[in-house]
């Protein structure tokens, strides 16, 4: 069974690298965590500073350690400039084999296939080398551009669940999308 013990390997693409999220990515990710188009759609408490991201950053880190969770930054291979993060929330295999898919992209370079290049990399490595049968996908319902992304990439919309994720202020209603190895192997 996979298990990355804070081994976090890198990914390349044509057009961005996904890699290890160090505390030197904290300006860069504090930016994209609190570009304000961006931050409206993840389920993150606020980010007062650079320091908060660089904390952040840390944990998501130690998740990794305990493999509990997988986070790539995204990184253009043209300039190095770290543009956003995905990977997989958390994941079991005993009895499901399944994972729970996240990213979320600094708005500047909405529009422009990163995201896309980044999660199929992130998602050949989930069905390869993790050895998942389901992904999942999860998003705001006010997300559209959430939603199309996620059906682009092969996921299915398997429906609404009702006040599922609490704000800090309100309970909202997501998205929840599934993307199943042989679906993604056919496509």
Known sequence: MYQCNGVIPELKGTMVRLRKLTVDDAEQLY??????????????????????????????????????????????????VIIGSCGYNFWQLQGAYRGEFGCELASPYWGQGYMGEAA???????????GLNRLEAFSDIQNKRGKRFFLRLGFQHEGVLRDYRHTGTSYVDVN???LLRKDWECS
């Open 176 to 178: 929840i999308f599934s």
């Open 31 to 80: 930016r994209c965590w609190s570009d304000e188009l961006t931050a409206k759609h993840l389920f993150l408490p606020p980010l007062n500073d650079k320091q908060d991201a660089a904390d952040l950053i840390l944990l998501l880190n130690e998740l990794a350690e305990s493999n509990d969770s997988i986070r790539w930054g995204i990184e253009l291979i043209d300039s190095g």
């Open 120 to 130: 199929s990399l992130a998602i050949t490595f989930g069905f390869q080398v993790m």
